[in-house]
């Protein structure tokens, strides 16, 4: 089956797939039952991307919003919220001698694979770095996930990863790509070996979703793009014009929990199409409703925190908790 | 052409140089278009002035801001905000020996010299310290900018360096100076070698200016005063009576942004005047505005960070988005 939403009322669809997967709360639930998600990401260098990330999916509804982060990144990311429960477990190779790497990464990996079942998802890339002892640790950190059945969401340094290694996650159905223009552009040479054509953009997304092996790809823009191979749909609900960084975590943290929601209410026959791609329309949808709603107050001075504080309120005005 | 804004409705002219460089937000943007800003500063002494640069750039509308700082102010100045893209990268002197300075100075430049493309503007300075070694690490980044066209807003440390080796900007129109009362004091006394003269404070600044080759200076003071060696003008519009410290940091953050807007619009034939010059006077009447509206609201008790929160408003207030 292949739908192409231009032409459909892509806005009222989009959100009656948000308002279907988003559960019911309830007094008799417990924690960790409204989801459990896992950032990859923060190195040195970078911090704000994998906070974002990561508090996003708590400010969604996630019970519980985990960081595996370098050790130099702990102690900062840990100071914006105290909501987070950081890891700091990652190593860059400027801290360690090569005498040492087998024995680190041997540990750095147990220590994230002993949580790796009780996670929902993993969001994989936020401020990762482009470190190669990092990255590879953090591939075999990936193929253990795969093991788990865990799902990805992959977005950043993380897709600098599987371009490079496209096997880690070729033909693993539960893994995500959030590209933006650039990278989009990348994976299309990359995997396609030709160049971005916008006059067949629903069938090229489409075949390359298909040729990575039915992985879905939502390529982020003016309107969302998202195909696993089998369908492609658009999100295009207004969102804003501020193009401040940030932005991708905040979607990468929103997707990794609807996914996580969506692959629940599949698991209890509510709900029919892929749950990776409902995920990532109710997680599109929503970081946009955010953004327009933060733009409205904040306007050029919108900053991704401010989309942050409006994600709740554009939640409750589509799916008011009952 | 010479003109003196004394006697000119400054006001609204600045205002209306501000409302022509500042550009139409659109969502078919994609992120860096509106400005890609870095504040070389920040060191294990000083860190609320690089903060306060890189924030209020983001915060008046760049997409991206970077810091490049000491190892040792990096998570100070990452805790501030995760919006920040925050390098630790510069070292001084006491924590590293003489036979490593060559070596660890190569690093330290090929660091930030792999961005330098990038950015639209760099801010050097605020809260740089005035450590030998590191002050001669970002005079050579300083001479990479220019090599790259990369205009710089100097101020603080950053002026400390450039009065001691005045080649490193001589002759440079992409550069400008923001000196307070003290710092314009010994500019003119380097430079020109006599006093300041408030008699004929005009055609002083405008010598100034000349003398170092036709760079940009933005005097700042109860009016700013701003010459490119050819115009001279002066933004006077109210502001606010308290001078606590890091309002210089709010301003060399929000020239970096307008003069960057500036010159996409000199680049579009949409202005005929010096780019930096507008990006000084609208830079100097937003901040102003800003203050103004923070002293209204908090009185004695206005701090910088209050001014920075109303940087939005007060864009808004002049320059609506349609």
Redesign the interface.
Same mark, same amino acid.
């Given at each position: 089956m292949q739908f192409i939403m231009s032409g459909r009322p892509s806005e009222s669809y989009a959100v009656s797939i948000l308002r279907s997967i988003t559960p019911n709360l309830s007094i008799t639930k417990h924690k960790g039952q409204a989801g459990k998600i896992a950032v990859i990401g923060g190195c040195?260098? $970078? #911090? &704000?991307a994998p $906070? !974002?990330s990561a508090i996003s999916a708590l400010k969604i509804g996630a019970d519980l919003s985990h960081v595996f982060c370098t050790k130099?990144a702990a102690?900062?990311i840990k100071? $914006?919220s105290p909501e987070l429960i950081v890891h700091p477990i990652l190593e860059e190779s400027f801290n360690i001698r090569d005498e040492e790497k087998d024995l680190i990464s041997t540990k750095v990996i147990g220590e994230v694979e002993k949580w790796m079942e009780r996670f929902d998802c993993l969001v994989v890339g936020p401020g990762l770095g482009r470190d190669r002892f990092l990255l590879e640790c953090v591939s075999i950190i990936m193929k253990h996930a795969r093991e788990c059945d865990v799902p990805m969401v992959i977005d950043g340094d993380g897709l600098f990863l599987v371009m490079n290694s496209l096997e880690i996650i070729a033909g693993y159905p539960l893994a995500v790509l959030t590209p933006?223009?650039n990278e989009y552009k990348r994976l299309i040479r990359t995997v396609l070996e030709t160049e971005v054509d916008e006059q067949d953009s629903a069938r090229q997304i489409q075949a390359l979703a298909t040729a990575i092996g039915n992985v879905t790809i939502l390529r982020k &823009?003016?309107s969302d793009v998202i195909s696993d191979g089998k369908t492609v749909c658009a999100v295009n609900i $207004? *969102?804003?014009?501020?193009?401040? *960084? &940030?932005?991708g975590d905040v979607l990468s943290g929103s997707v990794a929990v609807f996914l996580s929601w969506a692959r629940h209410c599949a698991a209890n026959g509510e709900l029919t199409m892929n749950p990776i791609v409902s995920g990532c329309i109710a997680g599109s949808a929503l970081v946009r409703k955010a953004a327009a709603l933060a !733009?409205e107050h904040?306007?050029?001075?919108?900053? #991704? *925190?401010d989309i942050i504080i409006c994600l709740g309120k554009s939640l409750d005005d589509i799916c008011p908790v009952r």
């Open positions: 040195r260098e $970078y #911090t &704000g $906070y !974002f130099d102690p900062i100071s $914006y933006n223009r &823009g003016e $207004y *969102g804003s014009p501020r193009r401040c *960084g &940030g932005q !733009f904040k306007r050029r001075s919108t900053v #991704t *925190g």
